[in-house]
């Protein structure tokens, strides 16, 4: 079932390797057999083409931002282990014992979710559990807000101290929201441009797949 | 009877079936390379994890041994009479801006209340603001005041105190230095080579950590914070802070 297209905006059913024309539509034989309506399938599958081409690199650039932050968020906890053990302890969540054990182990954490997301290796897995703790954040620094302590949310270093009034819940939580947003759009496309775990003919042979 | 025609017919099935075959085995090959790796990764991260922990718990620890401030009850430095009837506890950081400014304002009426025997007060210090910059100005303060207390008592503790406030280094500075705090500390009744020694060695340098820990266990977030018997302060000013004082010692 293969047309030969003389026009940019022809039609062609791919159904393997072949010589495809610049400005072609290409759908998947089942787009044609399987659905009662194929044009539409045809459109969306046209639109999908470019989504395919540009979607890599957003997610890549995603990649980049969430685990920049969370490199650097963990990066800048380590020096000062009393002042992390304090930011912590702000929150007034935790049991004392378990307050040092999460504020020293938070940060090789955060480092690892970030080194995997910039390099591109088990992306999905750290986008998640970047997700996870994302969440864990936001409730943490909602509870803050809600039982009205007046601390920093401690993210990047410091202490949790905070002069009085200064508090900045609502960036806080925004900034984290928007972040999770990005993980969670990793882990369902978490097919990237320029990640070591996977390489880009892996990206060809998907695009080709249809 | 096989034709020529069935016969390369028959290869090319065979040949599809072996492509088909190599591509199950490298899916496979990939799948078990991957498991491996996340196994790897995973027993990686948990060894520095607990490597990293360790090394902090290290890090934050203090020896038990270590020296405590003569005239200091726990991580405390109490001014005033033990009959007064009104507790303030005051949580402060020496290079702590909006604390000098509380200072500048309150100190004085807090002085008079403490004269007067209405008042005992509570300084729990807290150095919290270290940095490269002022070569951890905030811990050097606390522990000269620490040297202070110990060898001068209260009295010169509370000069020192007001004379830390008054000359206080700006934040982004470089601090004072060792010798403009034996200065000081000379300057409030603490003298003596031990109170030198005490300020260069850092002498009390665990104590004021476990100090600004304690601050924190007691839910301390930012200073200055100011309690007048139990209750935290929340008009920080002059007046404000006599009015929770009449009112605590009415009640």
């Known amino acids: 079932m293969r047309e030969d297209p003389s026009r940019p905006g022809d039609l062609i059913v791919d159904e393997g390797p072949g010589q495809i024309p610049p400005g072609a539509l290409v759908v998947a034989p089942s787009a044609i057999t399987a659905d009662s309506r194929p044009l539409v399938r045809i459109a969306a599958e046209h639109r999908g083409v470019r989504w395919r081409t540009v979607s890599p690199w957003l997610a890549t650039a995603g990649r980049l931002v969430l685990g920049a932050v969370f490199v650097v968020a963990g990066a800048l906890k380590v020096p000062d282990p009393a002042a992390a053990v304090r930011a912590v302890r702000a929150y007034q969540l935790l049991p004392e014992p378990l307050v040092a054990t999460v504020a020293f182990g938070m940060p090789v954490i955060e480092i690892a979710i970030g080194l995997a997301l910039v390099v591109g290796v088990f992306v999905r897995t750290a986008a998640i559990a970047s997700a996870v703790l994302l969440v864990v954040f936001i409730a943490a620094v909602s509870s803050a807000w809600a039982r009205g302590l007046q601390i920093d949310c401690g993210c990047f270093g410091n202490g949790g101290q905070v002069a009085a009034g200064q508090t900045a819940y609502p960036a806080e939580i925004i900034r984290d929201v928007a972040l999770l947003l990005v993980a969670l759009a990793l882990a369902r496309w978490p097919r990237s441009r320029l990640a070591l775990g996977r390489p880009a003919h892996h990206l060809e042979e998907y695009s080709r797949a249809y | ?251």
Not at chain 2, 117 to 130: N, R
Not at chain 2, 142 to 160: H, T, Y
Not at chain 2, 164 to 191: C, H, K, R
Request: proline letters at 4%; one cysteine or more; a neutral charge.
């Open chain 2, 1 to 251: 009877m096989p034709t020529e025609t069935s016969r390369q017919s028959k290869r090319e099935r065979l040949a599809a079936r072996r492509a088909a075959e190599a591509a199950a085995r490298e899916r496979a090959e990939r799948r078990r390379r991957t498991l491996l790796g996340g196994v790897i990764a995973g027993v990686v991260v948990l060894v520095v994890l607990v490597a990293v922990i360790l090394v902090q718990m290290n890090r934050t620890a203090t020896s038990p041994t270590a020296a405590t401030p003569a005239n200091t009850t726990d991580s405390v430095i109490v001014v005033g009479s033990s009959t007064a009837p009104v507790t303030v506890d005051l949580y402060e950081d020496f290079q702590c801006p909006n604390c000098k400014a509380f200072e500048a304002q309150s100190g004085s009426t807090l002085a008079q209340l403490i004269a007067a025997g209405t008042v005992q007060a509570h300084y729990h210090g807290m150095a919290f603001l270290d940095t490269s910059a002022n070569d951890k100005y905030s811990t050097r303060a606390l522990n000269a005041a620490a040297a202070v207390v110990a060898n001068g008592g209260p009295s010169a503790f509370q000069s020192f105190h007001d004379l830390l406030f008054a000359n206080q280094p700006p934040e982004t500075g470089s601090g004072l230095t060792d010798a403009q705090l034996v200065q000081y500390a000379n300057q409030a009744g603490a003298t003596g080579p031990a109170v030198e020694q005490a300020i260069k060695s850092l002498k009390y340098d665990d104590w004021v950590k476990n100090a600004t820990d304690q601050a924190s266990k007691d839910g301390v977030t930012g200073t200055p914070t100011v309690f007048v018997d139990g209750q935290k302060l929340a008009d920080m000013s002059a007046a404000g802070l006599s009015a929770a004082v009449s009112t605590a010692a009415a009640g």
